[in-house]
């Protein structure tokens, strides 16, 4: 699960980790859960164990699998990219061991060509490598963590705590308001509601809100997608116009 991707914000995946468990509640219909178990299912081994049935859907186990075979493939990519890296996992995991961590922060220093984009739920880890000095701070890595509504605005003090990178918010699935959030340390918000069969609705006052607040605090705004079951149906303007801002452009 390496290569081009559908995903509107981003060029192609890198996964060199599968797996994960719910860290919150916008991880309920995570997408990866879904994929994960067609992956499984086809005998891929990467996703061996990280998915079982319950309750009519699959979920996550819990097992995290590392994938060493994956690790150098930005390599490979001679052309410059946006790189979302490990979409079907966090990097960031407490399964995931600070060792392996390095290595594709090792890889990502190795590849100036490319935007690399690390997001995670979990940035109180991230923030604690930082400190430690495990982490280099790359100009072409931007770090990122999700927030879905209020209940977990907290992540984004730990994120911000991280100075000289490139700093984004993924309000996405948005599953409830934000609030009045100060987003003046972040270079970019990326918004959408959640798809698929079990979505949950997103109100376009939610969405209103994060974009006052992107104008407000200058930061750049990227408008994914209203969601739903059909999520192409519901599109992605806002305002009657698309939103595809970007903190930084790749220079093709």
Not at 24 to 40: H, V
Not at 204 to 214: Q, T
Not at 239 to 247: L, R, S
Request: aromatic share 10%; charged share 25%; with cysteine.
């Amino acid at each position: 699960m390496s290569g081009p991707s559908e995903i509107e914000w981003t060029d192609v995946t890198w996964n060199p980790v599968a797996g994960c468990t719910l860290a919150s509640a916008g991880c309920t219909n995570c997408y990866a859960m879904r994929m994960a178990a067609r992956l499984q299912a086809m005998g891929h081994k990467k996703y061996r164990g990280t998915t079982r049935k319950s309750g009519g859907r699959y979920v996550w186990t819990g097992r995290v699998n590392i994938d060493e075979s994956s690790l150098f493939a930005p390599l490979e990519w001679r052309k410059g990219k946006r790189i979302f890296v490990n979409s079907m996992a966090d990097l960031f995991h407490a399964d995931v061991p600070s060792k392996f961590i390095r290595k594709v922060w090792d890889v990502m220093a190795e590849c100036p060509q490319h935007h690399f984009q690390v997001l995670t739920k979990r940035p109180e880890r991230m923030a604690s490598m930082f400190e430690q000095g495990d982490l280099a701070k790359l100009d072409h890595v931007w770090i990122g963590t999700s927030v879905e509504s209020s209940e977990v605005t907290e992540r984004i003090n730990h994120l911000t705590s991280i100075q000289g990178m490139t700093r984004f918010i993924s309000f996405e699935p948005l599953i409830g308001a934000i609030g009045d959030v100060d987003l003046s340390g972040v270079h970019w918000a990326i918004v959408g509601g959640e798809s698929g069969p079990r979505s949950r609705p997103m109100e376009e006052g939610w969405v209103e809100e994060i974009h006052s607040i992107c104008r407000r605090d200058d930061v750049a705004f990227f408008f994914k997608q209203w969601g739903g079951r059909n999520k192409k149906a519901s599109g992605r303007e806002l305002h009657g116009q698309t939103y595809d801002e970007y903190p930084i452009e790749l220079v093709p």
